[in-house]
């Protein structure tokens, strides 16, 4: 498998209308400072078409509190969402726990193809389709589908291949008010493409009936994901314990500008060995030069914003600098929503 993460990154689509999809709600303990429940819903992947998949989800509110924004969680490639919520260090490595500290609720998703949600064919499930089944995410936040509560403001935090669905989702349906998208820079390094394998032929996955197309990461190479500096033997460790499968099939390619307008802040690492090693397009030391790349890809609307995260590699949420981090997108967060 030789495309790259970066390749994905030039996928797109154009606007069609949605159906609210039904879902399925399942009551979940509380957690301390939070309060949440586990959804199924069902969702479409193809706009027009059926909703004849499942999206698995977790939403948790701050406590009792029932906030107007919800933060739509989406992981990245051979991640689920235990990406955003990874069980190692308690709150260290909980996205979920920072932003519901922060007064935001989130729902934290597994991506079509992912995780507990549904795993159609490989060659039906590329960006484009995995956006509309977001979308319908999306409008079941928002008009309370869920649980009752609908969300006025809906803001995308996406990571890696799942900021590449927020591309794609962002220019077809306009229905965010604010975007977050960490490790999806438009340049990127082909050693990244060295590490992917297909699922069955991984000892994890061989069992799985999944079909050929579907792939993961070769046993023992997460550690790519993380810089030496910041990153701990045990969370790497569960990392691969816990890596999912993907698709790589590619779409149309998007407008360059893209055709949205929503405030977009990008968070990367300093250190990501797929998007700012042997880089040439920009310093990733350097956030100017990040953000004069960066900014042909996005219409001045955006009033794009960049951050770099010092030491940090390719998976923020899971580095030693996550609180860093997540201070920097809860900031730009309540800032932009303020405005």
């Not at 994890?204 to 910041?230: C, E, H, I, N, Q």
């Amino acid at each position: 498998m030789k495309r790259t993460l970066a390749a994905l990154a030039l996928a797109c689509g154009t606007p069609l209308a949605v159906a609210a999809p039904a879902h399925v709600a399942m009551a979940e303990p509380a957690v301390t400072g939070l309060t949440c429940s586990t959804h199924e819903l069902h969702v479409r992947i193809t706009d027009p078409g059926p909703a004849d998949q499942t999206l698995w989800g977790r939403l948790c509110y701050p406590g009792t509190a029932r906030p107007a924004t919800v933060q739509l969680l989406v992981h990245g490639f051979t991640y689920n969402h235990l990406y955003w919520d990874f069980p190692v260090r308690n709150d260290r490595y909980s996205y979920v726990k920072a932003a519901a500290a922060a007064g935001y609720a989130t729902f934290n998703v597994d991506r079509i193809g992912e995780g507990g949600s549904s795993h159609p064919p490989s060659d039906q499930l590329n960006l484009p389709a995995g956006a509309v089944a977001l979308h319908d995410a999306i409008t079941a936040l928002r008009s309370g589908a869920l649980d009752g509560h609908a969300f006025s403001r809906v803001v995308w935090v996406g990571h890696s291949q799942g900021s590449f669905h927020g591309w794609y989702e962002l220019s077809r349906y306009r229905d965010v008010d604010a975007a977050v998208l960490t490790g999806s820079l438009h340049a990127g390094n082909p050693e990244g493409a060295e590490i992917i394998h297909p699922a069955l032929e991984d000892p994890k996955f061989a069992d799985s009936g999944l079909d050929p197309g579907y792939v993961t990461t070769l046993p023992g190479t997460r550690g790519f994901f993380y810089d030496p500096a910041t990153s701990e033997p045990d969370v790497i460790a569960a990392d691969e314990a816990a890596k999912d499968v993907g698709t790589l099939t590619p779409g149309p390619a998007l407008p360059v500008p893209m055709d949205f307008t929503a405030p977009v802040l990008l968070v990367s690492g300093q250190r990501d060995r797929g998007q700012c090693v042997n880089v040439t397009e920009y310093n990733c030391a350097d956030p100017a030069t990040v953000l004069a790349f960066e900014s042909q890809f996005y219409r001045p609307e955006t009033h794009l914003s960049v951050r770099m995260i010092p030491e940090t590699g390719h998976d923020l949420a899971l580095s030693t600098t996550a609180p860093v981090t997540d201070a920097v997108m809860l900031g730009w967060i309540r800032s932009t929503l303020a405005r």
